[in-house]
Each structure stands twice: as structure tokens, then as C-alpha cells.
């Protein structure tokens, strides 16, 4: 991260479509407004970042749970109004009516426009998940520590539940 940018933090801790839209929505308009923006992504955010259809690491229990959470930016349910996956696809028909791209294209867009994409090494441990589940966007891979560090340095922090 470069000095004399203004410095944007976010926790992605969820991994439901509407709450990833507003993520990348402010992260991808604070980098496009010259801020120097940087996404963790843990726990169910890391949803967000995997390889659609990627492998389901995990034996016994590990594996059932990564079996139910895929991941993959297009296999995201909505928080509210799921209705049993229609609310999704409703979704992502009145945003590609509105003009709006999908989260796959804001995850490339963030990346065109140098947003820093950290998964959480310590929640991949928990979850049996290698560098390699993760799409090509992301950049690096660190525990708390990393992010804490550039919170600290950053004059805004939010965390996305």
C-alpha cells in the first residue's frame, strides 16, 4: 500500500450475495476514487473468492459442510428473500436489467482497480482450504495480523456480517 493514498479496510465475514454487493460496491467506488482499498475475506466471505465448482476438501463431518458450501460468487444466496434460490436469480435479473454488473465482473473490477484481496489463513486451516481453491483475483493469503495491520494504518474500517 502506497503512503500518501487515503486507506479503505473491509472484514467480508458474510457470504450472501446482497451483503458482497456492498461490499464490492464500496470497495470498488472508494478505488475508483483513488483510496488504497483492501478486502478480508474469512469465514463465510471466503465464499466470495473460491473457484466455482473447486474440490470439496475434508473427510467426515469437513467435507458434508464444504459439500453444502460450495462457494463461488455464482452460487451465493441472498441474506433475505432467498425464497429457495428465486430471490437470487430475481436479483441478478433486475441488476442486469438495471445495468448493473454481476459480482463476478465487481470482483475483476476491484482487481483492475487495485483493490488488495486477503483470504484468512486461519479460517482456511479450519475449513481444509489450500491456496489453490481460491480464484486468481487474490493476492494473499494471512491471518488477522496482516488485516489488523492495515486497519490500523487505514482511516476507514468496516466489517460486513
Known amino acids: 500500500?502506497?503512503?500518501?493514498?487515503?486507506?479503505?479496510?473491509?472484514?467480508?465475514?458474510?457470504?450472501?450475495?446482497?451483503?458482497?454487493?456492498?461490499?464490492?460496491?464500496?470497495?470498488?467506488?472508494?478505488?475508483?476514487?483513488?483510496?488504497?482499498?483492501?478486502i478480508f475475506f474469512t469465514f463465510w466471505g471466503l465464499n466470495v473468492i473460491k473457484k466455482p465448482g473447486g474440490r470439496v476438501p475434508g473427510t467426515?463431518?469437513?467435507?458434508?459442510?464444504?459439500?453444502?458450501?460450495?462457494?463461488?460468487?455464482?452460487?451465493?444466496?441472498?441474506?433475505?428473500?432467498?425464497?429457495?434460490?428465486?430471490?437470487?436469480?430475481?436479483?441478478?435479473?433486475f441488476m442486469g436489467r438495471a445495468g448493473l454488473p454481476s459480482l463476478e465482473q465487481m470482483l475483476a473490477m476491484g482487481k483492475q482497480l487495485g483493490v488488495h484481496y486477503i483470504a484468512c489463513t486461519t479460517t482456511m486451516g479450519v475449513m481444509g482450504l489450500t491456496e489453490q481453491d481460491f480464484v486468481p483475483e487474490v493476492e494473499s493469503f494471512a491471518g488477522a495480523a496482516t488485516y489488523l495491520a492495515a486497519a490500523d494504518e487505514a482511516g476507514v474500517n468496516l466489517f460486513i456480517s
Not at 434460490?85 to 436479483?91: I, K, Q, R, V
Request: charge should be positive; glycine fraction near 10%; hydrophobic fraction near 45%.
Open 1 to 38: 500500500m502506497t503512503e500518501d493514498k487515503k486507506k479503505l479496510t473491509l472484514v467480508l465475514f458474510s457470504g450472501e450475495l446482497d451483503k458482497a454487493l456492498a461490499a464490492f460496491n464500496i470497495a470498488t467506488t472508494a478505488a475508483a476514487m483513488d483510496k488504497d482499498v483492501t
Open 60 to 93: 467426515g463431518m469437513l467435507a458434508l459442510m464444504n459439500r453444502m458450501n460450495r462457494g463461488g460468487a455464482n452460487r451465493l444466496k441472498l441474506s433475505k428473500f432467498n425464497m429457495l434460490g428465486a430471490g437470487t436469480g430475481l436479483m441478478q435479473h
